[in-house]
């Protein structure tokens, strides 16, 4: 059983960065899929970017493109957040998955994950 754990969210001007940090516990996450979610009040939960390929190839939504940044470090998974626009505004969920892919975009479905953290509440506002 994989436990995941965020942290990172708050308030940030529009324009501003934010790093979120999720750490993992039960597993390694060296094998897994991984993933960043978002979800804003009455939406949907959407894959924001992922890394699901076993030669570490990043993905991402591309309204997110050239501004977010995943990373990962052993058993901890970074979402690096320059330029936030009042848009990204949502509690972001990390996850994880037991089967790797080539198909990149699978990693920004929900259903591709087995586990997931609780959220952190990211809000960009002036």
């Known amino acids: 059983q994989v436990q995941l754990v965020e942290s990172g969210g708050g308030l940030v001007q529009p324009g501003g960065s934010l790093r979120l940090s999720c750490v993992a516990s039960?597993?390694?996450?060296?094998?897994?899929?991984i993933g960043w979610f978002r979800q804003a009040p009455g939406k949907e939960r959407e894959g924001v970017s992922c890394?699901?390929?076993?030669?570490?190839t990043p993905y991402y939504l591309d309204s997110v493109k050239g501004r977010f940044t995943i990373s990962r470090d052993k058993n901890m998974v970074y979402l690096q957040m320059n330029n936030l626009e009042p848009e990204d505004t949502a509690v972001y969920y990390c996850a994880a998955g037991g089967t790797l892919t080539t198909n990149l975009p699978l990693g920004l479905m929900k259903g591709w994950y087995d586990y997931w953290g609780r959220g952190t509440q990211v809000t960009v506002s002036s």
């Open positions: 890394i699901v390929s076993s030669d570490g």
């Open positions: 039960g597993a390694t996450l060296e094998f897994y899929s």
